[in-house]
């Protein structure tokens, strides 16, 4: 599992909309292709909802599972199946 934490995009502990989505733009999403990541978030930091909308769009693209939480805890908030599966359903 690959830990994406949240302060990665931020300034000094800010979330800066203009500096968190550049960083967002910047970063690398196909590295996550087909990856368990784990969303981490919980610090001292204040994270608007907005900020996690937009880590999880992008992801929705290319993990194959997300969840958000620390290393302990966590809560899935979403599984790619995989295609054969989705065919069968059609």
């Not at 502990?13 to 733009?25: D, H, P, Q, T, Y």
């Not at 196909?30 to 992008?58: D, Q, Y």
């Not at 290319?62 to 805890?73: Q, T, W």
């Amino acid at each position: 599992m690959v830990i994406l934490d949240m302060n990665d995009f931020m300034e000094n502990g800010v979330v800066s909309e203009k500096v968190f989505l550049e960083r967002i733009a910047r970063f690398d999403w196909e590295s996550l292709r087909n990856r368990a990541v784990l969303v981490k978030g919980c610090g001292t930091a204040i994270i608007p909802p907005w900020a996690f909308m937009i880590v999880t769009a992008r992801l929705t693209e290319v993990a194959r599972r997300i969840l958000y939480g620390n290393e302990h805890s966590s809560l899935p908030v979403f599984t790619r199946f995989k295609q054969e599966a989705v065919n069968a359903q059609s």
